[in-house]
């Protein structure tokens, strides 16, 4: 297991190694060629940018049965299950690193709710793989916060600005390699207090079989991401809300909501 | 007006200004700092790249009536017009440059389609513009062809496959500056017979108008495309067929359709 971080000091961003409370920063990207430098700092010193810029930024849309049930319930609708893994997308603009703010557009509505997401982070180019081999050309796992407007979401035609406006999609803290999302358990927190536990890997389609399918269709390059979707209900969250999303063996991703002007 | 491509020559894929069938390399980016080298090559002699490798790549669903109208009669369903400038996504692994093949894959249907489309390419970051000054952060404009399998685009959940499989972005073959989309023509032609032709500014809401909504959440970046959709009711194509789109002003991006495996 390696933690590799993409973090900002002196006005440059470039990727680290994460250990002992101390990043050590790398020349080169961490899927490709690299080098330890000399340089270390304090973790707490440094700004901690997101993980990678993804050529192809991939999103699950509906994968945990229990919240395709529950969110039907609250919709007074018929629970819908995806019958087969279409994958969809979710764009760069919104991304933001562990510790930057959520800000609510100010014309959003009160249904503005955090989604908290295992990612995968792809180090190898991939296609037409099998599921059997497909966790090999996953580099690391990190963090993702799906932050969603519902009225937009019904509304609008698609997915741009209930999904995509920017903040809206935390991801982080870094990427951690050599974890098993089998033994994963997914814990959201609220102002501290704890609103969703799930097995992580409790999918209706495992990230296994999303990359074996996408594959098919779709060359993976290094440095994409997938995002897996989220389980339970989430709850409303508003400005002046911090939203903590802790996967096991990952990490932390924590972002305050502030208000849009 | 200036013709920027992107090419590739000796294995290095850089930007070079097109004038007088010569292709002068410049170090840099077009909308960034650069400045031209001592090197040009005959244009026949480079092979001519994407022209841009989008951070978020933006795509128009459906934007111009006549379009909407006949592919409803097509499906016998009665044509629903979008009420707003819901903006959607493409994918960048599904990009291909000028004269590269269009790959239908092995399982796709007949219903193989172009759509022929005018693409905004952008130089500065825009972020909650007016429509009266949105096409002052447009570069400069190239050609793209939306390449869909319909029978995928009606069954799935998304359009992954349906519209970002491997190859079924064409875009190029470059980007031209300094052009008013109010005076183009788009004609569309399959193994030489003119298919489609079209005022390109027919449109339900124009570039302006979709970026003024889209800034409003989210901030569009240096080198982000826009796809501004197609008209009239598309034609199948099949391997051995070649697709022109030609756009007044910016040139003819060509491809053929090849079998995949």
Chains 1, 2 share one sequence.
């Not at 919240?67 to 609708?77: F, G, N, P, S, W």
């Not at 014309?107 to 966790?135: H, I, M, P, T, W």
């Not at 903590?244 to 305050?256: A, D, F, P």
């Amino acid at each position: 297991m390696t933690t590799w971080c993409r973090f900002e000091k002196d006005n440059v961003t470039r990727y680290g190694l994460v250990e002992g409370g101390q990043v050590t920063a790398v020349d080169g990207i961490p899927w490709g060629e690299h080098k330890p430098t000399s340089l270390a700092y304090p973790l707490a010193s440094v700004k901690l940018a997101i993980p990678v810029v993804p050529p192809t930024f991939y999103c699950v849309g509906i994968n945990y049965a229990d919240h395709i049930r529950e969110m039907a319930a609250k919709r007074k609708t018929e629970p819908v299950f995806p019958k087969k893994p279409d994958i969809g997308y979710r764009a760069n603009n919104a991304l933001i690193a562990h510790e930057e703010n959520i800000v609510k557009p100010a014309d959003a509505g009160e249904a503005f709710q955090y989604e908290g997401e295992l990612v995968a982070v792809f180090g190898k180019r991939c296609r037409n793989v099998s599921s059997e081999n497909a966790l090999d050309y996953v580099f690391g796992w990190t963090i993702g916060n799906d932050v969603s407007e519902r009225g937009w979401q019904k509304e609008d035609r698609t997915l741009w600005r209930a999904k995509n406006a920017d903040t809206l999609k935390p991801m982080g803290p870094w990427i951690v390699t050599g974890l098993d999302p089998a033994k994963m358990e997914t814990v959201i927190r609220v102002n501290g207090r704890e609103t969703d536990r799930f097995a992580t890997n409790n999918m209706i389609f495992d990230t296994a079989t999303y990359i074996a399918t996408v594959s098919k269709y779709c060359t993976i390059e290094p440095g994409d991401v997938m995002w897996m979707g989220t389980d339970g209900v989430p709850e409303n969250i508003k400005p002046g809300d911090t939203v903590e999303i802790e996967i096991t063996g990952i990490g932390v991703l924590r972002n305050k909501v502030v208000a849009g002007t």
